[in-house]
């Protein structure tokens, strides 16, 4: 038992690689096969991870529901619900194109954080090329709406959050899409840099990446630098739009590690450490349980208790790997130590975790 390990904070329920979208930064549609519906852990399956991860988690954790496209699956409900009953709190991404028939039940249902992946706001043929599908910014833009209004009917408690990625294509859409949010009083927005396709693949055909030799694309390398100067800019402007109040949920530390990777990249690999080895828990469609999304499954969770994975010699290896790690993705929203759900937990409560790590000396 390795006493200095504490429990992961970001557990991930990426419940099915389908999607359908085509995004152009993503690969997860273009690699998935016809057969994964068969293999994926049924709703039996995966409430038995529910109560496997509350016995040794306690009350009170978060998860997200991601893949591929969690809608997509009939038994998200199901599942919202017995996760709910256990005590466990429910957050969910979405590309909102196939949910406009689910608003009444996403509103009632218990998920407490829906995340939406939007790119941008003034110019809707950006959103649609980058996700590849005609029609998809209006349905985004409906089912954000629409959603809101019925949260304000029903005094929901819902958060409503906008996710977008920062990349060429949309940089002069980062400070609309903040002044959007604050205009509609959503609760918050998160940006993620643009990170290598190829790290995006469906989990059916996954392998570990070689993650202490990897270099970047010079295709990729070429967007970074082309947009650095703007980008840099317009970081800078996010910063004092965080300072003013607008709800932005990057912590300044990563904003200002945002400024150095457009600087050089590889001042990153340097600058920032990779914590998903102890923090992640990422279950994919099949049960596959992996701390980093680019390295190996340490076990599926299907045969193996959770804990019992998160202390085995895979999880062991992949932490360090992670310490000669070449790889950018560090740079992406799960290594900092927030995300939607965290945000949405009451000040209070990120108050009192905050004194207790203060108390236990691991802050
Ligand atoms: C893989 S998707 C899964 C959930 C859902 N299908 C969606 O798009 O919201 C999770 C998040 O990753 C983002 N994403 C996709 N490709 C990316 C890339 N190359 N770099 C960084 N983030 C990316 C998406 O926009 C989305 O917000
Ligand atoms: S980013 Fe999300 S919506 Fe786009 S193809 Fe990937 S899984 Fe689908
Ligand atoms: S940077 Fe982190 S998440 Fe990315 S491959 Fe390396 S260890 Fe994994």
């Not at 996403?106 to 998920?111: A, E, G, R, Y």
Request: aromatic share 10%; net charge neutral; hydrophobic share 35%.
């Amino acid at each position: 038992m390795n006493n200095t390990l504490e429990k992961p904070q970001q557990i991930t329920f990426d419940i099915t690689d389908r999607c359908q979208m085509q995004c152009v930064t993503c690969s997860k549609w273009k690699t998935v096969s016809a057969d994964v519906m068969q293999k994926e852990l049924t709703t039996e399956e995966w409430k038995k991870v529910l109560s496997d991860l509350r016995n040794w988690l306690g009350e009170g954790f978060w998860f997200c529901f991601s893949g591929g496209e969690p809608f997509l699956r009939q038994d998200i409900f199901e599942l919202a619900d017995y996760a709910h009953s256990l005590g466990i709190k429910v957050a969910s991404m979405t590309n909102a194109f196939s949910i406009q028939h689910l608003y009444e039940r996403i509103v009632n249902s218990p998920i407490e954080s829906l995340n939406f992946s939007l790119i941008a706001i003034n110019n809707p043929i950006i959103h649609d090329e980058s996700r590849g599908r005609e029609g998809s910014y209006e349905k985004i833009i409906d089912a954000i709406m629409e959603i809101k209004k019925l949260k304000e009917e029903k005094h929901s408690n819902i958060g409503i959050n906008i996710a977008t990625i920062m990349f060429p294509e949309n940089l002069e859409e980062v400070i609309p899409l903040v002044e959007f949010v604050t205009l509609n009083r959503l609760n918050g927005i998160m940006f993620q840099l643009l990170d290598d396709k190829e790290s995006f693949q469906a989990y059916c055909v996954r392998e570990s990446s070689k993650t202490s030799v990897y270099t970047m694309p010079k295709e990729l390398r070429m967007k970074y630098k082309n947009m650095s100067k703007r980008a840099i800019e317009i970081i800078d402007r996010l910063i004092e739009m965080k300072r003013a109040g607008h709800s932005i949920y990057n912590s300044y530390e990563q904003l200002e590690a945002m400024k150095i990777f457009f600087n050089n990249p590889d001042d990153i690999l340097h600058d920032i450490k990779c914590d998903v080895g102890s923090t992640n828990f990422a279950i994919d469609p099949y049960g596959e349980v992996r701390l980093c999304f680019n390295m190996d499954s340490v076990g599926n969770i299907k045969d193996t208790l959770p804990e019992v994975l998160w202390e085995n010699a895979e999880s062991q290896k992949c932490r360090n790997l992670t310490k000669s790690c070449k790889m950018y993705c560090r740079m992406l929203n799960c290594n900092f130590k927030h995300n939607f759900a965290n945000f949405n937990k009451s000040f209070s409560v990120k108050c009192i975790n905050k004194l207790k790590k203060i108390l236990t000396g691991k802050l």
